[in-house]
């Protein structure tokens, strides 16, 4: 690739276009978590700069949960009388004192703003599939499709680390084949756990396939080494070339790290940039790496010390699943994380506390591929897609409801009965939580329609809320302590507000479901869900699903904050950025 074709995708128009997006979405969001404060102008709306000089002019409809939707081709910039174009970089620093950008942040707030549109312009070029389209397409062309990225964060793909090289090799929308970098990590510094009955040379040879295991072992061998003093680890190509090689040189000096070179499978990055599925062999695990890259909020590292427990939370989910006849009657499965690896670097490890990055440089999972668990006829979508919006504006979960033929409010109740009604029960038998975003949760489709869920990035995400709960030792990482009044915001932040708040308005904004009719089905379920469990009735006087509002959660608002860590993991709860309530749009059913 030239010099200049790295960057053909940054063109005048689309980069204006890019602009447009982004700042709609960002007057959207603000709006919606109380930073700014549209008032009525005429037939729409206007903000003002912190200077009150810069006016922003657009149009939107209101909707619940107070979403609000704007007209990206209606968004206007004025100063002194004059119309100037919309710039991204300019609006942050306009309202620098609104969204609380300290000096600090703001510069590195406006390096990720900068990436997420050159990633958006990225998108541009590709070929506009529409939705009808993509809705018949395969698991990996659906993964790789998705144009938006997280509904709520406007800045979410900063992806701060990667250079235009490195994004138009490993980013999800690039869909370029991946192959692993593999090393040999000395048993001295590094712990394989796995689930029951798995046992580590069988599964490397079943993975790897024998001749790559022989061939890595055979490099071993020729430097002298035993393999059995080693562990094998695969590695982001990025994290070998930029971290691993200078950060852990002593590692790779003193043979604690050995280079093995690529594996022979090729993967694609799922959206969530650092796990990757098998393209070579589909039916094989998903490999989830370490990756010291900052991308909304976080440095996306793995932790050596989180990986040993990971297996065993996993196979403990699966049996409560598996032993739970409400959530076995939803069809829910996961796939399990079925093993890990991880390598402690003993020198960063004294000089840093247990939540420090550099603890989280070296180390993988495997998690289960949900392809072999397909019956004849099923197909598979993450559930992010169905916020998917084509060119024409036309959504894939739209385009599903056609291609399914059903009533649009009985193929939302199915889906509801499948991905909805096991979080609630997972809640109220067992105060038992997971983050079931879009990227988290992968939907099994017959004919366009939604036949079961199966959630997925288990260890690092679910929560047991209840602090005397009976657990296995290895286990016990998952408790902890949650306000009481905070609690539901588990299902009213997570699933209503960053989910189904865009999923409702876009169905609505198509014609295909009108908004009250949605929120009545959301209702009509809970309700049936809770009429088919009246043992937890305490439970659900308790924590009321019904209840007239709830807490806003704000999540721009963390990491405007703090973009490098938006949330404490020591206390996560004590981090939430509440401010005011939300209208709930079930209670009045």
Known sequence: MSLAD???????????????????????????????????????????????????????????????????????????????????????????DALGLSDEILPVYLEEISSTLSGTCYKLTKPQVPSAELAGSGFQAIETGMTEGHPCFVANNGRLGFGIREYLSYAPETANPVRLVWLAAHRSRAAFTAGAGIDYEDFFRRELGAATVDRF??????????????????????????????????????????????????????????????????????????????????????????????????????????????LRSTGLTIIRERAAVGY??????????????YRKMLAALWRESPVPSLKDGESLATMASLLHVDHAGASFAGALIARSGLDPVEWLRRYLRAYYTPLLHSFYAYDLVFMPHGENVILVLKDGAVERAIYKDIAEEIAVMDPDAALPPEVRRIRVEVPEDTKLLSIFTDVFDCFFRFLAANL??????????????????????????????????????????????????????????????????????????????????
């Open 344 to 357: 402690r670097h003993l020198e960063y490890e004294r000089a840093t506390d247990r939540y420090s990055p």
């Open 217 to 326: 072992h055979g490099i071993l061998r020729d430097k002298g080494l035993d393999p059995a003093d080693y562990l094998l680890i695969p590695v982001h190509p990025w994290q070998w070339w930029n971290k691993l090689t200078v950060t852990f040189a002593a590692e790779v000096a003193r043979q604690h790290l050995v280079c093995l070179g690529e594996g022979d499978d090729e993967y694609l990055a799922q959206q969530s940039i650092r796990t990757f599925f098998n393209t070579t062999s589909p039916e094989k695990h998903y490999v989830k790496t370490a990756l010291s890259v900052i991308n909304m909020g976080f440095m996306r590292g793995l932790s050596a010390a989180y990986m040993e427990a990971t297996p065993a939370i996993n196979d403990w989910l699966a049996q409560l699943i598996e032993g739970d006849p409400v």
């Open 6 to 96: 790295s960057v053909a995708h940054l063109s005048p128009e689309r980069w204006e276009q890019a602009n447009r997006l982004l700042i709609r979405k960002a007057l959207a969001e603000f709006a919606h978590e109380r930073l700014i404060t549209p008032e009525e102008d005429g037939d729409g709306y206007v903000v003002r700069s912190d200077d009150k000089l810069t006016a922003y002019r657009f149009r939107a409809v209101r909707r619940a949960l107070d979403h609000w939707q704007v007209d990206a081709a209606s968004v206007t910039r004025h100063r002194d009388g004059t119309e100037l174009p919309l710039a991204a970089l300019d609006f942050f620093i306009e309202f620098k």
């Open 508 to 589: 609505a904004t198509e014609g295909i479901v009108a908004e009250e009719d949605f929120w009545r089905t959301v209702a009509e379920v809970t309700r049936e869900y809770q009429e088919a469990t009246p043992e937890l009735a305490d439970k659900f006087a308790q924590y009321d699903m019904f209840a007239p509002e709830f807490a806003l959660s704000c999540l721009n608002r963390l990491q405007l904050r703090d973009n490098k860590q938006m949330v404490d993991l020591a206390d996560p709860s004590g981090a939430l950025q509440l401010v005011g309530t939300l209208r709930n749009p079930i209670a009045g059913f």
